[in-house]
């Protein structure tokens, strides 16, 4: 069950997976080929509308873990993974990474119609946006359809994408050079993420594509505003000191300790504007 509302077709009309998991065709190319890069496998598990499951359920409680609530999307909590929150310039949560050994992994909810298919556009336009910012992409088909793949100077980047009732969530996964394949162990996390994941798409009307709103759990809240004031505190009294007479590494603030079973926050970054290319928005 993939936790999307049913559609027309009979899974006997869908088309079935490809054969050749690995395979990628250049992202100019994708929409020729043979092949339809949009078949959907047989995925065991979401991600789950919220709405399709049962009323009483605590959606805190994944599969293999808990998961945390950030408004939206609820999200299982790999082991070891710390949490990197990008904030707007009015303070708000913009996005909220989880940052692992392997690499990072974010994953948001957008508000989509009730027909499927923004995906689809949405990936036309990413593989078009990081063409212009010189990456090599490519389209690869994953349990969930059509999966973007670029290669960057600075890392490479997936995204996956799942269209849902209303919804549509995206994965974005950076990983240094060669560990983003699709037979990682990176990938092998994400995916299962993505499997866990429940969306909260609510009843407000919010235009197409649009981001679903980001909120912070009260204890993460707390425990990111302790850790921006302590960077800051480290900031004000490093500028007080005089400067050192040679260059070196300085240290770099410890984030703050869990506390009640909450992972530690990074510290909070600012995020740019809206504007800028697809590397930019998704990839740092």
């Known amino acids: 069950m993939f936790g999307r509302r049913k559609k027309n077709e009979s899974e006997e009309d869908r088309p079935g997976f490809f054969d050749d998991a690995d395979a990628a065709i250049p992202a100019d190319d994708y929409d020729d080929a043979e092949g339809d890069y949009d078949a959907i496998s047989d995925v ?25 609530d950030l408004g939206s999307v609820l999200v299982p909590m790999p082991q070891g993974a710390q949490l990197q929150v990008e904030m707007a310039p009015d303070g708000s949560p913009q996005a909220v990474h989880l940052v692992t050994q392997l690499g990072r992994i974010t994953v948001a909810a957008y508000a989509a119609p009730k027909s499927p298919g923004q995906w689809r556009e949405v990936a036309g336009d990413l593989a078009e946006s990081l063409r212009g910012d010189n990456a090599t992409v490519s389209i690869e088909n994953g349990p969930w359809g059509r999966e973007v793949f670029a290669v960057t100077p600075n890392a490479d980047l997936r995204f996956i994408g ?28 994400a995916r299962a993420i993505l499997r866990d994941t429940v969306v909260k ?9 649009t981001p679903l709103p980001v909120v912070l759990p009260q204890a993460l809240a707390q425990q990111l505003a302790a850790a921006h004031q302590q960077q800051q505190l480290a900031q004000q009294q490093a500028a007080a000191q005089p400067a050192p ?38 990839g740092r």
Request: proline content about 11%.
């Open 44 to 68: 065991d598990g979401g991600p789950y509308d919220a709405d399709d499951l049962e009323s009483d359920a605590d959606l805190t409680v994944g599969e293999v873990g808990t998961r945390l």
């Open 162 to 189: 799942v269209d849902g009732y209303r919804w549509m969530v995206r994965c974005v996964v950076a990983g240094p050079s060669g560990g983003n394949t699709a037979d990682s162990d990176l990938v092998a996390t």
């Open 201 to 209: 798409r609510g009843t407000e009307p919010h235009p197409v594509r």
């Open 245 to 282: 007479q040679q260059s070196g590494a300085q240290p770099a603030t410890a984030p703050a300790q869990p506390q009640d079973g909450q992972p530690a926050p990074a510290p909070p970054q600012q995020r740019r504007g809206e504007s800028g290319s697809a590397m930019q928005q998704l």
